[in-house]
């Protein structure tokens, strides 16, 4: 399974962007999935998480501006991320887990203040 992240960009404090993760295969089989981010210098986090159930968490600082969707019949996983911050500027990597992780390339979002 390949995953392949797209949204990226730059954008100013307070605007949007919208991260999507495309699998080359079935979504549905996988127990998590997810989004991680690693800021210059830093170590990769996880950011948020989906499971099959729906049900989701996030790291503190993104709650209430973060939401993480999947749509399996696209077999895409969506990152939206409102209200970023400079500090959200990170190199940001969607997470499949299915008896081993997968990761993709990554896809860089900068916030400018």
């Known amino acids: 399974v390949q995953l392949v992240e797209s949204g990226g960009g730059l954008v100013q404090a307070g605007g949007s962007l919208r991260l999507s993760c495309a699998a080359s295969?079935?979504?549905?089989?996988?127990?998590?999935l997810g989004w991680y981010r690693q800021p210059p210098g830093k170590q990769r986090e996880l950011v948020a998480r989906?499971?099959?159930?729906?049900?989701?968490n996030f790291v503190v600082s993104v709650k209430g501006r973060f939401t993480i969707s999947r749509d399996n019949a696209k077999n895409t996983v969506y990152l939206q991320m409102n209200s970023l911050k400079p500090e959200d500027t990170a190199v940001y990597y969607c997470?499949?887990?299915?008896?081993?992780?997968?990761w993709g390339q990554g896809t860089q979002v900068t916030v400018s203040s």
């Open positions: 997470e499949a887990f299915w008896l081993r992780e997968y």
């Open positions: 295969g079935s979504i549905s089989s996988f127990n998590r």
């Open positions: 989906i499971r099959p159930d729906g049900t989701t």
